[in-house]
C-alpha cells in the first residue's frame, strides 16, 4: 500500500472538517500568502515547490509541479530552485554543526 495517494490530493479542500472555523481561516491565509501580490504567481509557485521539496510533501510536490507547469515554467527553472532549497538545507544543516563544535571544544578543555 501507497501511503501517500494522488488521488488524495483532492480531499485538501476537506482538511476543514471538524474544525470549521480554523480550516476557513488556514485557506483564508494560505490564499493571500501564496496568490500573486509583490511576488508574481510564478515566484510564489517556485517558492512553493521548492518548499515542498524540502518538506517532503507529495501532495504539495504534485500540486505545485503542476501549477508551474500551467504557468510556463520551465523544467530546468524548476530543477533549479529544487537545487536552491538542497543548497540551503544543505546550509541548514551545516550551520548547526556550530552547537556540535561547541560540545566538543568544551570538552577538550
Known amino acids: 500500500m501507497n501511503y501517500y495517494e494522488p488521488k488524495d490530493l483532492a480531499d485538501f479542500p ?12 488556514f485557506f483564508e491565509y494560505y490564499g493571500a500568502a501564496t496568490n500573486a501580490g509583490k511576488l508574481t504567481d ?7 515547490l ?7 510533501c507529495p501532495y504539495c ?3 505545485y509541479t ?3 507547469l500551467s504557468l510556463g515554467i520551465s523544467n530546468e527553472e524548476m530543477m533549479e530552485a529544487a537545487h536552491v532549497g538542497a543548497a540551503m538545507m544543505a546550509g ?3 550551520a548547526h554543526t556550530t552547537q556540535m563544535r561547541k560540545i566538543i571544544k568544551k570538552k577538550e578543555m
Not at 510564478?42 to 512553493?48: D, N, P, T
Not at 521548492?50 to 517532503?56: E, I, S
Open 66 to 68: 503542476i501549477k508551474c
Open 50 to 56: 521548492t518548499v515542498a521539496m524540502t518538506q517532503n
Open 92 to 94: 541548514v544543516t551545516l
Open 61 to 63: 510536490i504534485d500540486a
Open 42 to 48: 510564478r515566484e510564489k509557485s517556485l517558492i512553493a
Open 14 to 25: 476537506n482538511i476543514a472538517e471538524w474544525a470549521t472555523d480554523q480550516g476557513n481561516k
